[in-house]
């Protein structure tokens, strides 16, 4: 009997199924690789975080030495930090926001964003489903170039359930042609008769991620930076109202399949947090200190996801659409600068 009971709690164990894949893993490689990102933009300050992120994901996946162990082991904690460490971090970007900061801006600078918003995510999503881009890459992509880069890619990609596929993809390219602007964007100040300020207010409204904002703005002094943030941060505002109605989209298509379909959310939850931490941020209750804390753990939580965006790209498998993606960030590019740069003139 007590050889069958010892039997009885061994074969248990013998034949369970294996269990889900480990996060820890991947996860770890997530932490290092926003270590080695850090480093980089401390050595390299004109490189921002999140951008270093995205690259050394991209080479991780890729390296002879990493790559198995990026789709192995690794696949299951880069997944969850690239959708969940994404929620949490567009919810702390929400206190980088206040209603004070927007009204500033005045309402003629508010109505040039606005427009600017909207000019390049029409375009770049009707443009992309010219181009036949496959899934939702257009719609991504368009975000990503409207808003704030990876981080409304991210968002959105969330509320639509989009392949990881399309997500990384278009990550890339964002996260490619925000980099390029660093190194452009300031060389065209003085051909294009721009004052310091104007530069500031040209490079918030069309450079895409908040770090690749500060990085291009900064070369023309301490005012065009203000005002470059404030520009941009902006646009960010814009997240909420924009996931707001591809949820109303996604129902309303969703409704007219049939009532067995699980109806997405109008909103969904790391959403609506979003916009209670700008409510938090406009009370002006909360301490420096606090804020700064926040903002660094907004910044390594995105660094995080983005490494984990990044490992999902899979380049051979963009042979068969890369030109058309390129294609389409150029065009992209072009669009969201000349409508900025239009929209900056008007206001003055």
Not at 129 to 137: A, F, I, M
């Amino acid at each position: 009997m007590a050889l069958l009971g010892q039997r009885q709690r061994v074969a248990p164990a013998a034949v369970a199924p294996p269990g889900r894949p480990r996060p820890l893993p991947g996860l770890a490689l997530a932490a290092a690789g926003v270590a080695v990102a850090w480093a980089t933009h401390a050595l390299l300050p004109a490189v921002p975080m999140l951008t270093a992120a995205v690259v050394l994901g991209l080479a991780a996946a890729h390296l002879p030495g990493l790559r198995a162990v990026v789709r192995g082991r690794c696949k299951a904690g880069l997944s969850l930090a690239g959708k969940r460490l994404m929620r949490l971090g567009i919810v702390l970007l929400g206190l980088k926001l206040s209603l004070d900061d927007v009204l500033g801006l005045g309402w003629a600078t508010v109505v040039m964003v606005l427009g600017v918003v909207a000019a390049t995510f029409f375009g770049t999503w009707w443009l992309g489903r010219r181009l036949g881009l496959p899934g939702d890459q257009p719609l991504l992509i368009a975000t990503g170039y409207s808003i704030c880069g990876a981080s409304a890619i991210g968002a959105v990609s969330e509320a639509t359930e989009s392949d990881e596929r399309d997500a990384a993809v278009s990550v890339a390219l964002v996260t490619l042609c925000g980099t390029l602007a660093i190194a452009v964007l300031p060389l065209l100040q003085g051909p294009l008769g721009l004052s310091d300020a104007e530069f500031g207010r040209w490079a918030g409204a069309s450079v895409h991620d908040v770090g690749q904002v500060v990085a291009t703005a900064q070369t023309a002094g301490a005012g065009a930076l203000g005002d470059a943030v404030l520009v941009k941060l902006m646009r960010v505002a814009v997240l909420a109202p924009l996931v707001a109605a591809v949820g109303l989209s996604l129902r309303a298509r969703s409704a007219g399949r049939g009532a067995g379909k699980r109806r997405p959310p109008l909103l969904p939850l790391f959403v609506a947090g979003f916009l209670g931490m700008v409510a938090v941020r406009s009370t002006g209750w909360l301490p420096g200190s606090a804020l700064d804390l926040a903002g660094l753990a907004q910044e390594l939580l995105l660094a995080a996801a983005l490494f984990g965006l990044g490992a999902a790209v899979d380049l051979p498998s963009l042979t068969r659409t890369g030109g058309r993606v390129a294609a389409l960030g150029l065009c992209a590019w072009v669009v969201v600068a000349g409508v900025s740069y239009g929209g900056v003139l008007l206001v003055g």
